[in-house]
């Protein structure tokens, strides 16, 4: 064969091979909302949401707003009062009836009776507390809750960035600038190629489970949501915000600013309504759990003296008493059950059954004498 004929061919492939991506790029573009109908949908609002009436992963179906709870009347019953718990991905964790918001109605449940008092979840996951308001105006005030919890991680303050827009595209999550955000026909345009998106995620997510599913193969080492070395590097980045150094920097007093200014707003917005404010902070394995802070040392060669654990807790803390609003730290009763007993799943950062439980123990604790009781008149009854 010529070399004339070779590069004609070469030519022939190279364009049919452009031909088949730039196909494959419109199709991805133009059927979305019909080939990509997965766990998570585009919400231009927010970004993204949970699809409505969607399988969750303990078989029950989320709910019409696409929460991990049932339906509820959005008029509520004479006589009921509402509490409507706001967070991330601590509302998923259990399933819909082993969480601690379930759990925690229950106990009213044995307080009051049956449907006196209703407690909402709304956990939005992958979430921080600014996107979490910006759920709340769109959906969860249409439960008119007489109380809203406020869940509150660490991390929160790692992911506020003021510019981040985090919106799915094709089934996948990307994060974008708020400023450049451009929509044709009620959906994203993205600056990306949208297989090649779909393809690094895919890949990123099979990578990860070979490597579950090998430690899995070795009987010293209990099968964990992520592989090891994976879980140490997520929880070493999320220490960082206690670095007493690289949390003081520029970059990150937006960050806090945002969750700040995001909570003043929720306070203001729900006592317009006669509802009530109440911040839940809850720690994160790394602030709980001895051995995996060691193992994270270990492994970046960390000095813990460079880290203030409770950095994050006593920043939200001194914020919140100065703005009158009501909190409730889980972290030192965490911290002392978790010397007896494991309560997060195991390298997942999301509690397992018993931190369900005793989440939902405090909470309760904290609220008997806040929720007024079925012999009681108040607000809501």
């Not at 004339?4 to 190279?14: G, N, Q, S």
């Not at 009051?112 to 507390?129: F, R, S």
């Not at 827009?165 to 990306?192: A, C, M, T, W």
């Not at 059954?353 to 009854?381: C, H, I, T, W």
Request: proline share 4%.
């Amino acid at each position: 064969m010529s070399i004339k004929k070779i590069a004609k061919l070469l030519v022939k492939i190279t364009c049919s091979v452009i031909f088949i991506l730039v196909s494959v790029e419109l199709v991805m573009i133009v059927f979305e909302p019909y080939l990509f109908k997965g766990f998570l949908q585009y919400d231009p609002d927010l970004g993204f949401r949970v699809r409505s009436r969607f399988p969750s992963f303990d078989g029950t179906l989320t709910n019409e707003f696409g929460f991990n709870d049932r339906d509820y009347p959005l008029q509520k019953t004479p006589g009921t009062f509402r509490i409507e718990v706001v967070g991330d991905s601590f509302g998923w964790a259990g399933g819909r009836d082993g969480n601690y918001t379930a759990l925690l109605e229950k106990m009213f449940e044995r307080r009051d009776g049956a449907h006196l008092v209703d407690v909402v979840n709304t956990g939005y996951p992958m979430t921080h507390t600014g996107e979490e308001l910006a759920m709340l105006k769109k959906y969860g005030l249409q439960y008119n809750p007489d109380l809203v919890v406020l869940g509150f991680v660490e991390n929160d303050f790692l992911e506020a960035d003021p510019d981040r827009k985090r919106i799915i595209v094709n089934g996948l999550y990307i994060d974008i600038s708020k400023s450049h955000e451009h929509i044709i026909f009620g959906y994203p345009i993205v600056p990306q190629s949208r297989l090649l998106l779909f393809i690094q995620q895919k890949y990123k997510i099979y990578q990860e489970s070979k490597k579950v599913e090998k430690e899995a193969q070795d009987p010293k080492k209990p099968q964990g949501t992520f592989a090891e070395d994976t879980y140490l590097q997520l929880e070493n980045a999320r220490m960082q915000f206690c670095n007493t150094s690289a949390s003081r920097a520029p970059n990150l007093q937006g960050n806090v600013d945002l969750i700040f200014q995001s909570i003043s707003e929720m306070d203001a917005l729900l006592k317009s309504r006669n509802a009530k404010l109440v911040v839940a902070i809850y720690p994160d394995e790394f602030q709980v759990n001895e051995s995996l802070r060691k193992a994270t040392f270990d492994k970046y060669k960390l000095r813990p003296e460079d880290y203030d654990l409770n950095l994050a807790q006593n920043l939200l803390k001194s914020f919140l008493e100065s703005k009158g609003i009501p909190y409730l730290d889980l972290s030192d009763r965490f911290r002392a059950e978790g010397q007896k007993r494991d309560l997060y799943q195991l390298r997942d950062t999301h509690w397992n059954s018993a931190g369900n439980q005793l989440a939902a123990e405090m909470l309760f604790d904290y609220l008997d004498k806040r929720v007024p009781n079925s012999n009681q008149k108040g607000s809501g009854r």
